[in-house]
Each structure stands twice: as C-alpha cells, then as structure tokens.
C-alpha cells in the first residue's frame, strides 16, 4: 500500500470515529431535552477526538502547547454564545449566527497573536464566564416545542466534526501546535445546533439550550487546563484520560445540583 492511501484511509478512519461521536451525542440532545443537552453538547465530541488524533501524531510538547492555544479559546466560545443568544431573541438566523460566528473568529484571531500561560488562559476564561454567565441566566427557562429530527440533521453535524478532525490532523505538520489548538476548539457543535434548531423551534428556544451550556463550557475549560498541566508531567494518553474525566464528573455534578434544586422546588 503506497503511503498515500495508507494516509487517507487512516484519515477516512479517523473521519468516520469523530463522526460517530457526534450522531451518538446528537441522538442523546434530542432525547434529553435543553438541560441534559446543553451539558451533553459541552462534552469534548468535536474537540476531543482531534486531540486525540494529534496525540498519535505527535508528541506530548506538542499536546501541551496546543491546549495553552485551547484554553483563551474557550473564552471567545461563551461570548459567541452570548452573541447568539442576545441576538437570536429578536433576529433570524442568518444575523444571529452570522455575527455569533464573527465575534469567534475575531477573537480567535486575536487569541493567535499572543504567547499564552496557563495563568493567562485561566484569566482569560474566569473574566470571560463571569461576564457572560450572568448575563445568560436570564436566558435559560423558555418552553421548549416538540423537535422533529429531519434526515439531514445528524449527517449534517457529523460532516461537520469529521471535517474539523481532517483539518486539524492533515495540517497539524506545518501550522504547528498553537494553530492546531485554536483549530481543534472551532465551536462546531454549537454552531450546528443553531443552524439546525433555529429555523425549526426559533431563537429564544435554541437560545436557551445555549445558555444552558455556560457552566458546562467553564468546566469544558477547566478539563483543558488539567489536560495542559497532565499531558507535560505524564504524557498524552494520562492527560487526555484526565480532561475527559473532568468533563463527565463536571455536568454529572451541574446534572445532579440541578436535579436537587428542582426537587425542592417542586411541591
């Protein structure tokens, strides 16, 4: 087998087990409902399989420097979110994902120009979720419509993660690990929730799934800080397992608080 089919099957694999990820994770979100769908959706399902692609491609330095690049992009991912979510309120699609989709991009962009600590990143993070948190509180209670899953729904997000994982993985060579990074936390699954929902349920709904997704998103970056610090002192394989936990134990903790805050609400 020459090398280069060796290569795109090995990319065509990696492809169709990010893709995998992704219809799992859309099925359990539409079941489940806003709350266990935003906690679902802040779940790595995009970003952790391009990670651990570049796992196997390159080394633990690599990983490292890549996830100090994640970290500050996490921040620009709330406040698109809150984009989104203060503009879909009164404008259609096209203007609230549009602008949403911007402000990540300009962020990112800016993000890109700096050298970033671990100190920083977490800075970054903690200034950008105390802004937005509070601000997407107001957000999160809105009656959710019945959702009818049409056929091209959850092709169309694992095209969209499978995409993602063969950018990050056939260009991680040569634009090194702090473009990678950037690359490996584009917000693909939240930009497929708003462009699948909003037509169909409107904005305030698909808005509140977002807000919801705040203390997900913060735990999301917290996972990439332990994975920056794990990845350095015990490899790849330990940091990777570490961020992942981190996440899970995470939303089971908001899952479980908020199901206590409900059952005392209830008469």
Same mark, same amino acid.
């Given at each position: 087998?020459?090398?280069?089919?060796?290569?795109?099957?090995?990319?065509?694999?990696?492809m169709?087990?990010?893709?995998?990820?992704?219809?799992?994770?859309?099925?359990?979100?539409?079941?489940?409902?806003?709350?266990i769908?935003?906690?679902?959706?802040?779940?790595?399902?995009?970003?952790?399989?391009?990670?651990?692609? =570049? %796992?196997?491609?390159?080394? @633990?330095?690599? /990983?490292?420097?890549?996830? *100090? +690049?994640?970290?500050?992009?996490?921040?620009?991912?709330i406040?698109?979110?809150?984009?989104?979510?203060?503009?879909?309120?009164?404008h259609?699609l096209?203007?609230?994902?549009?602008?949403?989709?911007?402000?990540?991009?300009?962020?990112?962009?800016i993000?890109r120009?700096?050298d970033?600590?671990?100190a920083?990143? =977490? %800075?970054?993070?903690?200034? @950008?979720f105390? /802004?937005?948190?509070?601000? *997407? +509180?107001?957000?999160?209670?809105?009656?959710?419509?019945?959702?009818?899953?049409?056929?091209?729904?959850?092709?169309m997000?694992?095209?969209?993660?499978a995409?993602?994982?063969?950018?990050v993985?056939s260009?991680?060579?040569?634009?090194?690990?702090r473009?990678?990074?950037i690359?490996?936390?584009?917000?693909?699954?939240?930009?497929?929730?708003?462009?699948?929902?909003?037509?169909?349920?409107?904005?305030?709904?698909?808005a509140?799934?977002?807000?919801?997704?705040?203390?997900g998103?913060?735990?999301?970056?917290?996972?990439?800080?332990?994975?920056h610090?794990?990845?350095?002192?015990?490899?790849?394989?330990?940091?990777?397992?570490?961020?992942?936990?981190?996440?899970?134990?995470?939303?089971?903790?908001?899952?479980?608080?908020?199901?206590?805050?409900?059952k005392?609400?209830?008469?």
């Amino acid at each position: 087998m020459s090398l280069e089919l060796h290569f795109v099957l090995v990319l065509l694999l990696r492809m169709a087990i990010a893709a995998a990820f992704v219809v799992s994770a859309s099925i359990i979100t539409e079941r489940a409902g806003p709350v266990i769908g935003a906690l679902v959706a802040t779940l790595p399902v995009s970003a952790g399989p391009s990670y651990v692609f =570049l %796992a196997i491609d390159h080394d @633990a330095a690599f /990983i490292a420097q890549g996830a *100090l +690049a994640s970290l500050p992009v996490n921040a620009a991912t709330i406040f698109m979110c809150l984009t989104y979510v203060v503009l879909s309120q009164r404008h259609n699609l096209v203007v609230s994902c549009g602008s949403a989709v911007a402000v990540w991009i300009v962020l990112a962009s800016i993000i890109r120009q700096f050298d970033w600590s671990l100190a920083a990143g =977490l %800075a970054a993070n903690l200034i @950008a979720f105390g /802004i937005c948190i509070p601000i *997407l +509180a107001r957000y999160r209670h809105v009656k959710m419509p019945l959702v009818t899953r049409r056929w091209y729904d959850v092709p169309m997000r694992a095209l969209l993660v499978a995409t993602l994982v063969a950018i990050v993985v056939s260009t991680s060579g040569w634009v090194g690990p702090r473009i990678s990074g950037i690359i490996a936390l584009f917000p693909v699954v939240f930009t497929s929730m708003m462009v699948i929902l909003h037509p169909r349920i409107g904005g305030p709904p698909t808005a509140a799934v977002l807000a919801n997704s705040a203390w997900g998103l913060l735990g999301f970056g917290m996972a990439i800080a332990i994975m920056h610090v794990a990845v350095a002192q015990f490899g790849s394989a330990t940091g990777l397992s570490l961020a992942l936990a981190t996440c899970v134990l995470w939303n089971l903790t908001l899952w479980q608080r908020g199901r206590a805050i409900r059952k005392a609400r209830s008469p």
